[in-house]
T-cell receptor, first 116, second 110 residues
Framework: EAGVAQSPRYKIIEKRQSVAFWCNPI?????LYWYQQILGQGPKLLIQ????????DSQLPKDRFSAERLKGVDSTLKIQPAKLEDSAVYLC??????????????FGPGTRLTVL | GQSLEQPSEVTAVEGAIVQINCTYQ??????LSWYQQHDGGAPTFLSY????GLEETGRFSSFLSRSDSYGYLLLQELQMKDSASYFC???????????FGSGTRLLVRP
């Protein structure tokens, strides 16, 4: 079974530029998550999708971040314009989203963003 | 607010047993998960506790006490490859979203 795919793996941009990340979740996984992980910290949820609907985006800085999952499969996360403090690893994860006792999240390799 | 506390670093010897504690204060609680992350790698799921008690998976065990808002991850027969960061994460509502702790960096020495 293929895992969660993300691209690019690394990105370096200047502040005020824009950047986009792509994620393809595990086939059949209804729930997709975007996390931001700053060095030395735990992942922080930015946005959660159930199929193509947003479940939670309370932590998404909506003045500069946007995300979409148009067909309920892959997703893109965009930052425009980027700030220095956006330097982090952006992780995409997916899960079945069924009412199971445990709902294991499967993470992609992440995109390491450096804003100069 | 939501807060999860775990030690920032733990050091142990190969072959030994180590326990990583996690205390939480969250608006809701559905369960406690543990994830492992090697440097430069993706977090990977280790265990989940939805009810009080001990869950065992091979060399790893996880414990939960909901009345104490406390859990721990127990790693036995430590191996060098266990050197990684370990995160506790609370499922706070029915949406499956997780709130992660800041992580415990485990260093296993020969």
């Amino acid at each position: 079974e293929a895992g969660v795919a993300q691209s690019p793996r690394y990105k370096i941009i200047e502040k005020r530029q824009s950047v986009a990340f792509w994620c393809n979740p595990i086939s059949g996984h209804a729930t997709l998550y975007w996390y931001q992980q700053i060095l030395g910290q735990g992942p922080k949820l930015l946005i959660q999708f159930q199929n193509n609907g947003v479940v939670d985006d309370s932590q998404l800085p909506k003045d500069r971040f946007s995300a979409e999952r148009l067909k309920g499969v892959d997703s893109t996360l965009k930052i425009q314009p980027a700030k220095l403090e956006d330097s982090a690893v952006y992780l995409c994860a997916s899960s079945l989203g069924d009412p199971q006792i445990r709902d294991e999240q499967f993470f992609g390799p992440g995109t390491r963003l450096t804003v100069l | 607010g939501q807060s999860l506390e775990q030690p920032s670093e733990v050091t142990a010897v190969e072959g030994a047993i180590v326990q990583i504690n996690c205390t939480y204060q969250t608006s809701g609680f559905y369960g406690l998960s543990w994830y492992q992350q090697h440097d430069g790698g993706a977090p990977t799921f280790l265990s989940y506790n939805g009810l009080d008690g001990l869950e065992e998976t091979g060399r790893f065990s996880s414990f939960l006490s909901r009345s104490d808002s406390y859990g721990y991850l127990l790693l036995q027969e430590l191996q060098m490859k266990d050197s990684a960061s370990y995160f506790c994460a609370v499922r706070v509502d029915s949406s499956y979203k997780l709130i992660f702790g800041s992580g415990t960096r485990l260093l296993v020495r020969p």
